[in-house]
């Protein structure tokens, strides 16, 4: 019969002083290793961790109090954290009462992602012979862990709430919490966790208030890169008065392999750049300074379809960005945008689509076609700059099935009279009051706004999947845009530039009638003053001390108390004594 043991005595579960990235000693590596090859007392057959995950289980024994687990999809983070909730539980449930939290943004996600499946999997799993009832399932609701030797009312309580309605937030912050898990925690504002943990508050005697992340990495501009990576307060340089109180580390697919199903793996190593770091590797993002858009604020506003939260739609359109591409094999040419996007009736503009790719005219028309019939689109819009009415011409000629269907398809003309990142400046302004959604991901597009910086595009190519994404929005924005900066400034300068036409056309008008422009209408110094010092010519008082000696009236203009300057030849010799 094999031995069985505790997984807190295999691996000592007391984990050394550590700050930042979190380094096991060999001490408990070795612990780790051994217990990979000993069953574990009190779970399933089923359960099997890898040494990443016992690592982690070391780790979130440890001393600190602020706990994160970053890296790539499907790696057993969730797993491993909600795990931890219930060891806290079920621990302390014989002596006091715990109430912990487990957060995310949209309570429909945490209601179907934890509280339908990864709990009900992992207590299974972890835990087969501890009871537990899921309370208010189809709301997220909370979670008691059974203890039949204490009354109902004394049970440890996990609730799963989401942060993205005022009243549910409103809940959180009428019960104090001795745990705060919050998972997901790239789509969380950094506003939103420290009003929370405002309720890290209920004391437990025997265990510490914990604080726990996960997340697939963003970009490094994310609050959890400041705080774990930086040891800096996010938004500023001040350091953390605690560092050695925050600690995580990295899990990634790799690390869990034996648990995922086959070619999960080789599918995220074909994933484009950007995702495969978020996805595969797991690492932060760099970001540019001065980005237009960032990783953080656009997961933070995205949509999944079917989302609950989409609201119907007002009108649909089909943007198109061209470029002089022939084909699928015109390598060296840019790749034809192709997106559509919608408004919602709640004023908010929904990234639907993306179709960008090298195609032949005759076939970026037809797929332009093709998803205004399948949106049932309003118009087709696209930009009119790269050969003139060609988007039109390539739209209108449109066939599919030898039909000519693209005849009677609504289309509309834009022009690119600014820059490219002075045209998305407006429509990065709309994302960051969050009016922006995008439905699904759209890891290339995504890319090309990222590079997006007041300075210009740092992209290596033309953007036009971005181009596209700005053109659509701005059609549905309408005049609702705000301003930029650039955009201010460049239309103030028209200002300037159309009042000096009007004065040098003033100015022609009184040469052509005669006028001496240099006659400057002055009083002498001798022309007695109004009593009470106001201009000689108009009597008004807004009276404006000249530099050089005497006074200019605001009003009309005339100067007055002129001095008179005794003005002796020059002579050029002096210069040289």
């Known amino acids: 019969m094999k031995r069985l043991v505790s997984l807190a005595a295999v691996l000592g579960l007391v984990a050394g002083s550590v700050m930042a990235e979190y380094r096991p000693s060999p ?48 790696s057993g983070k969730t797993f491993t954290l909600c ?9 302390t449930m014989q002596q006091d009462f715990t109430r912990q939290a487990i957060l995310r943004l949209h309570l429909k996600d945490i209601a179907e992602s934890i509280g339908m499946d990864t709990w009900p999997k992992m207590m299974r799993l972890r835990y087969p012979g501890v009871g537990y009832r899921h309370h208010s399932r189809n709301s997220g609701g909370w979670i008691t862990i059974n203890c039949k030797t204490r009354p109902r009312q004394d049970w440890p309580e996990i609730w799963l709430l989401g942060l993205d309605d005022k009243e549910r937030v409103d809940k959180v912050l009428g019960k104090e919490f001795c745990t705060l898990y919050y998972n ?17 508050a209920l004391r437990v005697p025997g265990i510490r208030n914990r604080v726990y992340y996960d997340l697939n990495p963003v970009g490094t501009g994310h609050f959890t890169y400041s705080l774990f990576i930086e040891g800096r307060k996010p938004g500023g340089l001040e350091a953390l008065p605690d560092p050695e109180n925050y600690v995580y580390m990295y899990m990634n697919p790799l690390d869990n392999e034996a648990n995922v199903a086959d070619g999960y793996i080789d599918r995220l190593r074909a994933m484009p750049e950007q995702s495969r770091k978020r996805f595969f590797e797991g690492r932060y993002v760099a970001q540019l300074p001065g980005a237009l858009w960032t990783l953080e604020g656009i997961e933070i506003l995205r949509r999944q379809p079917g989302d609950p939260l989409i609201p ?14 022939s084909g699928e094999m015109d390598e060296k040419a840019d790749e034809i945008g192709l997106v559509v996007m919608a408004l919602g009736t709640d004023g908010h503009v929904y990234l639907l689509e993306d179709q960008t790719g090298l195609y032949a005219p005759e076939r970026w028309g037809r797929i332009a076609v093709e998803l205004y019939f399948k949106w049932k689109a309003d118009r087709i819009i696209g930009e009119k700059n790269f050969g003139g009415d060609m988007v039109r011409a390539v739209i209108q000629g449109a066939r599919i099935d030898d039909k000519p269907i693209g005849q009677n398809v609504p289309y509309r003309h834009v022009d690119a009279s600014r820059g490219k990142s002075v045209r998305a400046e407006p429509i990065s302004a709309m994302h960051d009051r969050g009016m922006i959604h995008h439905v699904g991901e759209f890891p290339l597009l995504e890319r090309e706004l990222t590079n997006f910086t007041a300075a210009g595009y740092k992209g290596s190519k033309s953007p036009n999947r971005a181009d596209a994404f700005v053109w659509g929005a701005t059609e549905l924005f309408g005049n609702n845009l705000p301003y930029g900066l650039t955009t201010y400034l460049q239309e103030r300068q028209a200002e300037i530039d159309k009042d000096r036409e009007a004065k040098m056309s003033s100015m022609v008008e009184k040469l052509a009638a005669g006028s001496n422009l240099n006659k ?18 108009c009597g008004a008082l807004c009276i404006q001390n000249v530099a050089t000696g005497g006074k200019r009236c605001g009003n009309c203009g005339t100067q007055f108390n002129i001095p008179v300057l005794d003005l002796k030849p020059f002579n050029r010799s002096s210069l040289y004594k």
């Not at 001490?27 to 040494?51: D, K």
């Not at 119907?312 to 591409?325: L, Y």
């Open 83 to 91: 795990k931890a909730v219930a060891g806290r539980a079920i621990r």
């Open 27 to 74: 001490e408990v590596e070795a612990r780790c290793r051994l217990a990979l090859t000993t069953p574990i007392a009190h779970a399933a057959p089923g359960y099997n961790p890898q040494f990443k995950h016992l690592l982690a289980d070391a780790m979130l024994a440890g001393p600190q109090e602020n706990l994160m687990l970053v890296g790539g999809s499907r």
């Open 184 to 200: 997901e925690c790239s789509q969380i504002s950094y506003s939103a966790i420290l009003t929370s943990q405002s309720r890290l």
């Open 520 to 537: 400057v209408e002055t009083v002498p110094a001798e022309a007695k003053e109004p009593t009470k010092g106001g201009c000689p010519n």
């Open 312 to 325: 119907t739609f007002e009108r649909i359109v089909v943007a198109v960005d061209p470029s002089g591409a």
